[in-house]
């Protein structure tokens, strides 16, 4: 389980954030932070492995803040979600080594992208006593260049995502939906049926309507296959 730390001025905007969160597995939000100042008291008294900070907190700059989390819990991570679009402020984020930054209005597609990718990095993280090149290739967005015949993913499309559906398609005879899909990897139904989408435009998946007792028909997906 991953505990998670919210740390928002507006609690409007936290409460969103806590619903994106809760659509996916695997996470507990273990408190919310209006102010820098909470933000350290939860940190010190919780154990946590990722804070959502904003920039603009009433007490302390999000930038600045990082350097008192890191010193309270130097192995704490770092997703920044800010309206912040200034340079300088971008670029101090980056060389503090926050794991994403995403600009608000916060997307929830783009939102749960980010936190689908840190999960399944913490995960190879956490399960192996050496990092290999695949992995950093992966984790500093370098894996397309690791064979030039690789075809790179469209924008929107993260291979670390799609390798993960792919993986899932073969097993399933009789197909899956893209809201199936979604609770499988953790991500929207949006998310998925992009996903899935991409797939049959690049033909390595079909999809039929399959037609239920009430509503409207659901398209339900099943790898393509094989030809001599």
């Known amino acids: 389980m991953i505990n998670v730390i919210i740390a928002e001025d507006d609690y409007r905007v936290a409460g969103i954030h806590e619903e994106f969160l809760a659509k996916l597995t695997g996470l507990h939000v273990v408190g919310k932070a209006l102010t820098g100042k909470e933000t350290l008291q939860l940190i010190r008294k919780k154990t946590v492995d990722l804070v959502l900070l904003d920039i603009y907190m009433p007490d302390k700059l999000g930038t600045n803040l990082i350097r008192d989390i890191r010193n309270v819990n130097p192995e704490v991570d770092i997703i920044m979600i800010s309206a912040a679009t200034d340079k300088q402020i971008v670029e101090d984020a980056i060389r503090s080594g926050v794991f994403d930054y995403i600009i608000k209005p916060v997307k929830m597609d783009r939102f749960m992208e980010t936190i689908e990718k840190y999960k399944q990095t913490k995960r190879r993280l956490d399960a192996s006593s050496e990092v290999d090149q695949s992995f950093l ?53 949006t998310t998925a049926r992009r996903y899935l989408e991409y797939l049959i435009s690049i033909g390595t998946c079909t999809a039929e309507l399959e037609y239920g007792i009430v509503g409207r028909p659901e398209r339900r997906y099943h790898m393509a296959s094989k030809t001599s």
């Not at 064979?147 to 995502?161: A, F």
């Not at 993960?164 to 399933?172: G, S, T």
């Open 137 to 189: 290739d992966d984790y500093f967005g370098h894996a397309s260049l690791e064979n030039p015949n690789v075809k790179k993913t469209p924008k929107g499309i993260d291979p670390l995502t799609l390798n993960k559906i792919q993986e899932i398609l073969p097993k399933l005879n009789g197909g899956i939906t893209a809201e199936e899909m979604g609770m499988e990897v953790g991500v929207s139904r």
